[in-house]
């Protein structure tokens, strides 16, 4: 990647070229992490994680993390603050995963005009004022660990490609694989992972990343798209085979 497409994209590697992430081992790249956590992390190894998650032949992926709508507004569900500390845990684990291994991290958002004006059908309709912009509703929540290397888009609907510049994104990142993680599993991330998968881009859901406000409608969720649309896979599976990424 171009030092010139990092400054446009606003996901400059500090340091410069020296300070460029080489391409090594998973073990060596993930030790700290793992020694910080007093093992809880340790990797397993089998045939059918390999096989669920290696890259298909000749052809390396370049992942993305998408993490959507961890906002103010959505955690005033009862459902959603019950897991709100594991799932803050689990996300921050994720993306400093892939900051280590190099790849772009991008926080999804939805956010209103105050007016509604460019808000969703069903809202108008029952002047509902929810993620308007200017209020804590749309912020994402205060326990995320961002950097200032990451990307943030802000939509105005479920799925985070419509009317949305993510197309340009993804190509100019040159990304071919999506991992999501964030809420509502039965909404924004069900249709973030049906749109990329009619874009034929490679989808993987974090199991542990994704709740809902609703348990039912998180579980059939879940069955749908694993297999299919996407792979649902655990942190450690995800950790065992993440490619590093070589800047430069």
Same mark, same amino acid.
């Given at each position: 990647m171009?030092?010139s497409?990092?400054? +446009?994209?606003? $996901?400059?590697?500090s340091? &410069?070229?020296?300070?460029a992430?080489f391409r090594?081992?998973? !073990?060596s790249?993930f &030790?700290?992490?793992?020694?910080n956590?007093?093992g809880?992390s340790a990797?397993t190894k089998?045939?059918s994680?390999h096989?669920r998650?290696?890259?298909?032949p000749?052809?390396m992926r370049r992942?993305a $993390?998408f993490?959507?709508?961890?906002?103010?507004?959505c955690?005033?569900?009862?459902e959603?603050?019950r897991?709100?500390? !594991?799932?803050c845990?689990?996300?921050n684990e994720?993306?400093?995963?892939?900051?280590?291994?190099?790849?772009?991290?991008?926080?999804?958002?939805?956010?209103?005009?105050p007016?509604?004006?460019?808000?969703?059908?069903d809202m108008?309709?029952?002047?509902?004022?929810?993620?308007i912009? &200017?209020?804590?509703?749309?912020?994402?929540?205060?326990?995320?660990?961002?950097?200032e290397?990451?990307?943030?888009v802000?939509?105005?609907?479920? !799925?985070?490609?419509f &009317?949305? +510049?993510?197309d340009?994104?993804?190509?100019r990142l040159?990304?071919?694989?999506?991992i999501?993680a964030?809420?509502?599993?039965?909404?924004c991330i069900?249709m973030?992972? $049906?749109?990329?998968?009619q874009r034929?881009?490679d989808?993987?859901?974090?199991r542990?990343?994704?709740?809902s406000?609703?348990v039912?409608?998180?579980a059939?969720?879940?069955?749908?798209?694993?297999?299919?649309?996407a792979?649902?896979?655990t942190?450690?599976?995800?950790?065992d085979q993440l490619?590093?990424?070589l800047a430069?």
């Open positions: 171009s030092e497409l990092i400054d +446009d994209m606003k $996901i400059g590697m340091g &410069g070229p020296e300070s992430i090594h081992s998973i !073990s790249a &030790g700290k992490l793992r020694s956590d007093g809880r990797i089998s045939d994680i096989a998650l290696r890259p298909r000749q052809q992942p $993390i993490v959507i709508d961890m906002l103010n507004d955690f005033e569900h009862q959603l603050q897991l709100r500390p !594991s799932l845990s689990s996300i994720l993306t400093a995963v892939a900051r280590t291994c190099g790849h772009p991290v991008i926080w999804v958002r939805q956010e209103f005009e007016d509604l004006s460019d808000a969703m059908l108008k309709r029952k002047n509902i004022h929810m993620f912009k &200017g209020t804590p509703g749309p912020r994402l929540l205060d326990e995320l660990h961002r950097s290397a990451d990307i943030e802000a939509k105005k609907r479920f !799925s985070m490609f &009317g949305t +510049d993510l340009d994104l993804l190509q040159g990304v071919d694989q999506i999501l964030g809420v509502n599993s039965h909404a069900r973030a992972a $049906i749109d990329a998968y034929d881009l989808v993987l859901i974090v542990e990343c994704v709740a406000k609703d039912n409608h998180h059939v969720t879940m069955e749908y798209l694993d297999g299919g649309v792979r649902v896979v942190l450690n599976e995800l950790r490619p590093v990424y430069g």
